[in-house]
């Protein structure tokens, strides 16, 4: 009997003892499962905020020192004013070395890949290593992507800041200036108002279907009445050459009991001004108020033939039709797309 109660006790002190390791094992398994799931939120946190601070400091500075180049800088800044980038500073950007850059960015921990594109999706710059193209030690990585807007040259332009961690060190090349400088330039209005400048607006142009739009009223104070878009200063080089102007402008109308006579087309002329009005031809009128029709004019360069008309260009944009001064015409979207050499 006594070899018997021995076995038992001896079973049952075993099976507790085994009890208590897998609850051990559990409990170190699940606590080292916790505090990795935690390390990797802190990581991830530290790696937004890291991404954040980097996008902020080169798109809202202009580094340091003043007047910066791709050997004399301390702190990266690539704009000339608030989110307007330099065409200069981007070309030392992408001609620095990639530990120097991460050096003078701030970067440690991390990596990083920067590009520059338009909003046709072309890349206009790469800088840093990709993630996906300079994976060398390990398949698997860790990363934030932030997306930025900003200007470059007078085009609109989408910066993306990638900052990304395999625990591999590396020495990446130089970066690439896919375009060195943006040949395409956009523009939207400024400002507008109307001919007697009551009301004016300022962007509320920029995104063709947003219902967004500037409304004008034919008071009959005029003739004719008009809308004048101004697009100012898209920054073009001096040097650059002028190939093409195209100019877009969508609009609906609501001329009540007006009519635009075939012999008045001043009445719904578009002009635009090289120290003169120039006139650039007649816009169809909307069938209905309900309907947006686009106007759109390949080539103004027989107005704007220089850069620097094309750095301050002014459209009007004539609405007059007679026998109703309470016709009204919507302007929602306008654009300039200046091309050079």
């Known amino acids: 009997m006594k070899n018997k109660k021995a076995q038992i006790i001896a079973t049952d002190l075993f099976l507790a003892v085994m009890v208590y390791i897998v609850i051990i094992i ?7 499962s916790y505090m990795h799931r935690l390390d990797n939120e802190v990581r991830y946190r530290d790696m937004i905020s890291k991404a954040f ?31 307007v980038l330099s065409t200069q500073k981007l070309t030392y950007f992408a001609n620095m070395s990639y530990n120097y850059s991460k050096h ?3 970067i440690s921990t991390y990596e990083y890949f920067i590009q520059v594109r338009d909003f046709y999706n072309r890349n206009l710059l790469e800088a840093g290593a990709s993630p996906i193209e300079d994976s060398r030690c390990n398949s698997t990585f860790e990363a934030v992507t932030l997306r930025r807007f900003a200007l470059w040259e007078g085009q609109r332009v989408i910066v993306y800041i990638t900052l990304w961690d395999d625990n591999c060190h590396r020495s990446s090349g130089q970066g690439r200036l896919i375009f060195g400088e943006p040949k395409t330039y956009r523009a939207y209005p400024a400002e507008a108002f109307e001919e007697d400048n009551s009301p004016s607006w300022s962007n509320q142009m920029w995104l063709e279907g947003d219902y967004q739009y500037v409304a004008s009223v034919d008071e009959g104070m005029m003739m004719p009445d008009y809308v004048h878009l101004h697009f100012q200063n898209m920054m073009i080089s001096s040097t650059a050459s002028i190939q093409n102007i195209s100019l877009k402008i969508v609009h609906r109308e609501d001329p009540k009991g007006g009519t635009f006579p075939i012999s008045q087309s001043y009445r719904r002329m578009i002009k635009c001004w090289n120290g003169a009005w120039i006139d650039l031809g007649t816009y169809e009128i909307s069938s209905s108020p309900d309907d947006w029709v686009t106007y759109y004019n390949a080539d103004i360069i027989n107005c704007i033939s220089s850069v620097e008309l ?10 007059d039709p007679t026998l109703d001064a309470d016709a009204t015409q919507d302007i929602d979207f306008a654009e300039v797309v200046v091309k050079t050499a």
């Open 26 to 32: 559990v409990v170190i398994y699940v606590y080292s």
């Open 53 to 83: 601070e980097v996008s902020d400091n080169i798109l809202k500075h202009i580094g340091s020192p003043t007047g910066w180049n791709s050997t004399s800088v301390k702190v990266i800044g690539l704009a000339e004013s608030d989110r």
């Open 104 to 106: 003078v960015l701030g």
């Open 310 to 319: 094309a750095n301050d260009i002014h459209i009007i944009i004539n609405y």
